[in-house]
């Protein structure tokens, strides 16, 4: 079992995300689908930087956009639906489709032309390197005379 740092920001960040996701059903139509696209994501933070993955199946590389603008990473997307074939009809459809955008703030300084980003079966993978200045460094204790 691996351990996982507590930080009280991770409890804050779990009510509001179910608080958006009783207000996106409350402010659904009726007989719309409650299904809203809104890709799960990991976000690690590491010595060097933060690690940012992002689940996106069926998606087509060029259907996602990053950009970092005023200390905000944001992710927006598209997933379409493959046309439908003549003579077809669906029996089921709970696959989601439509837009999306996630925004996450960066709480300390980065590296923005440093930002590298990955798509690979399905996962988009963002690294994000740290600025110098927002590091941790040791400090040295000096003797008092």
């Known amino acids: 079992m691996a ?31 409650t299904s809203v696209l809104r890709p799960s994501v ?3 933070e590491h010595e060097e930087g933060y690690t940012v993955r992002a689940e996106l199946p ?20 598209e997933k379409r ?15 989601a489709y439509g837009t999306f955008e ?3 703030n960066l709480s300390q300084a980065v590296r923005g032309d440093k930002i590298e980003a990955t798509y690979r079966d399905g996962v988009l993978e963002v690294r994000i390197p740290k600025a110098e200045e927002s590091k941790a460094r040791e400090i040295p204790i000096q003797t008092s005379r």
């Open 58 to 77: 069926g998606m087509k590389q060029e259907d996602i956009k990053i950009t970092l603008q005023n200390d905000q990473l944001v992710i927006r997307g």
């Open 3 to 33: 351990l996982v740092r507590w930080t009280p920001a991770r409890d804050l960040f779990q009510v509001q995300n179910e608080m958006n996701r009783m207000l996106d059903e409350f402010f659904t139509p009726a007989g719309e689908a």
């Open 102 to 104: 996630r925004v996450f």
């Open 81 to 95: 639906r493959a046309a439908e074939q003549k003579g077809s009809n669906y029996l089921r459809a709970e696959l």
């Open 42 to 44: 990991d976000i690690e």
